[in-house]
């Protein structure tokens, strides 16, 4: 249907609102609540057919109903001037109504016009879908399906949204390589940057925008980005937690605790939570955390929407801090079963698992399968610091190779992983590690996650070392704050 009411003309099959030539940009979102308003003028349309026309895939309060009616009532009077009885009137304890005349007629658009129309749209629900799943396997796919649907619809946001998660994406799967895509995460940027100018009030895009921010170390802007999207929809737990991923200390909390109260048993955000705990040397919060993230995570089907893994690789650290050497062995074992699940972070999971397992045998005196462990480590990320750091404690990698790997890492800004990285190779030839050098990497580090696994860093151990490390930890735990 075509509806006209005032000087105002939407066109529900091609989503389009105007008034006289001039079109109007209104969220995907508004314009569900506008069509079911339009299509019953004077009458009362409940509350919850408005949520379910426009929040079909979201657990969303009133909140989110009230922020759409009142920008869709100050869309209507700053353009009409309230002469022409357009108004959206509050039905106390039962809906809303839209007053005032409205005509309808059936639209001339062909089956083909339509569909083409819609392709955006389903283009965009079918790729978020696939790269929700956090699936390595389907991030080329989803971004030639991006690609192709933005050739067709060059200003349509939600093609540009798709293409820029598809393209940080790319980047995440090869971040820990030698040589990262980082074309793909500077293309990224420039397709969220324009979704964000073509449709400021999409909340997707300015969450995908501050994603991409964080990716490229703009953290203060990623995190910026992120909470415009939650102002715009406050109930939507996906953007609840990008804001979990991007923050860090309290915020990071606060944000995990929201987006599982919205979604529950969402093993991701679990692990998120614990991390700040872990950096806090919280144990048993962080304990309580995981605990029910590993249920999550082995209890999750193939292809749900972000799926994770690390949490039996982090509950086998803080086993093994704790000095429960077994269980320690049990997690590590169990995370590693899911390395062929394709998800995008499975391989570096799995690579830390193997570090961890290193730094058992080494515990143990034995050598030989602690190296075997840590080039199983270097096997699945060659420029792994703690594991070359490590093998060159034992003697059986190059020094000068370790050198120019972590000189390329300082490089970065990685400043506290190279001390680190330092102090684990000294731990591996069985000297006395520094400290100092760590704290003072902390130190200078900005504000963020940095150095927030040391607590629980298996060969180091430093909450054994009380003396040596607790200002370290001190600084540490202040920085999670």
């Not at 462990?373 to 370790?402: C, K, M, Q, T």
Request: aromatic letters at 6%; proline letters at 5%; charged letters at 25%.
């Amino acid at each position: 249907m075509i509806y006209s009411f005032g000087r105002f003309r939407l066109d529900a099959a091609a989503r389009r609102l105007t008034r006289g030539s001039s079109a109007i940009a209104l969220g995907d979102r508004h314009l569900e609540v506008l069509l079911r308003l339009l299509a019953q003028p004077g009458e009362i349309v409940p509350k919850e057919a408005l949520v379910q026309a426009a929040w079909p895939d979201v657990a969303v309060t009133d909140n989110s109903l009230e922020q759409a009616i009142s920008l869709l009532r100050r869309t209507i009077a700053a353009r009409e001037g309230g002469d022409h009885g357009l108004a959206i009137e509050t039905v106390p304890r039962r809906g809303y109504r839209l007053t005032g005349e409205v005509a309808c007629e059936t639209s001339k658009h062909s089956d083909a016009e339509v569909d083409a129309m819609l392709a955006p749209h389903r283009a965009w629900l079918e790729g978020r879908a696939a790269l929700e799943t956090l699936a390595v396997q389907h991030v080329g796919a989803a971004e030639q399906a991006f690609a192709l649907v933005l050739e067709a619809a060059p200003h349509h946001p939600t093609a540009r949204v798709g293409l820029a998660n598809a393209l940080v994406f790319r980047f995440e799967a090869s971040r820990v390589d030698e040589s990262p895509d980082v074309i793909a995460l500077a293309t990224a940027l420039t397709h969220a940057r324009e979704a964000c100018r073509m449709d400021p009030k999409w909340a997707e895009s300015w969450a995908t925008l501050g994603f991409v921010l964080h990716r490229a170390g703009q953290l203060e802007h990623g995190i910026a980005a992120v909470h415009r999207a939650v102002e715009l929809e406050p109930d939507n737990w996906r953007h609840h937690l990008r804001l979990a991923f991007v923050a860090w200390g309290e915020l990071r909390l606060r944000a995990a605790q929201r987006t599982l109260h919205l979604m529950p048993g969402l093993g991701l955000a679990h692990w998120l939570a614990a991390s700040v705990h872990v950096a806090r040397q919280a144990f048993d919060a962080a304990e309580h955390e995981l605990a029910v993230g590993r249920t999550a995570q082995d209890e999750q089907r193939a292809g749900a929407a972000f799926g994770s893994v690390g949490l039996h690789w982090l509950s086998g650290l803080l086993c093994l801090a704790q000095g429960d050497a077994a269980a320690a062995e049990r997690h590590f074992d169990r995370e590693l079963g899911f390395e062929e699940s394709g998800h995008l972070y499975a391989r570096e999971c799995s690579a830390a698992t193997w570090y961890a397992k290193g730094a058992l045998a080494l515990t143990a005196g034995n050598q030989d399968q602690a190296a075997a462990a840590f080039n199983e480590v270097v096997r699945r990320i060659p420029r792994h610091p703690l594991a070359l750091a490590a093998l060159a404690g034992l003697g059986l990698s190059d020094e000068r190779e370790l050198a120019a790997r972590l000189e390329r890492a300082a490089e970065r800004g990685a400043h506290v992983d190279v001390a680190v990285a330092n102090a684990v190779r000294d731990a591996a030839r069985r000297e006395s590690a520094d400290a100092i050098p760590v704290r003072a990497a902390l130190q200078a580090a900005p504000p963020g996650p940095s150095g927030w696994f040391l607590p629980v860093e298996p060969i180091l151990r430093p909450v054994a070392d009380p003396a040596k490390w607790s200002p370290t930890l001190t600084l540490l735990r202040t920085r999670a704050g």
